[in-house]
């Protein structure tokens, strides 16, 4: 069973930035994939970035050129610019693995002034 912790949530000012991190409990293989994910107050749950095998990147229109999504080892990254209070949610980390998907508890985002 995969452990995951996320950390670097926090309250920002809109415009500011914040780098999000997850660390995993035993070692990521390359064919793994990992992604983030965001669910606001009375929102569904959505894809925010991911990233698979070979690196690949995949972002939500309403983050690209603003997230960017990075991993190495055992941790993976999401870098937030210029953020907005539409940014506002828990963001979650998420690794899928053949059939398993498994997630971390979140951690809180607020873009507030």
């Known amino acids: 069973q995969v452990q995951l912790v996320e950390s670097g949530g926090g309250l920002v000012q809109p415009g500011g930035s914040l780098r999000l991190s997850c660390a995993a409990s035993?070692?990521?293989?390359?064919?793994?994939?990992m992604a983030w994910h965001r669910q606001a107050p009375g929102k569904q749950r959505e894809l925010v970035a991911d990233?698979?095998?070979?690196?690949r990147t995949n972002y939500a229109d309403s983050v690209k050129g603003r997230f960017t999504i990075s991993r190495d080892k055992n941790t993976l990254s999401l870098q937030m610019n210029s953020l907005k209070p539409e940014d506002t949610a828990v963001y979650y980390c998420?690794?899928?693995?053949?059939?398993?998907?498994?997630w971390g508890q979140g951690t809180q985002v607020t873009v507030s002034s």
């Open positions: 998420n690794l899928h693995r053949g059939f398993r998907n498994y």
């Open positions: 990233i698979g095998s070979g690196g």
């Open positions: 035993e070692r990521i293989f390359s064919i793994d994939s």
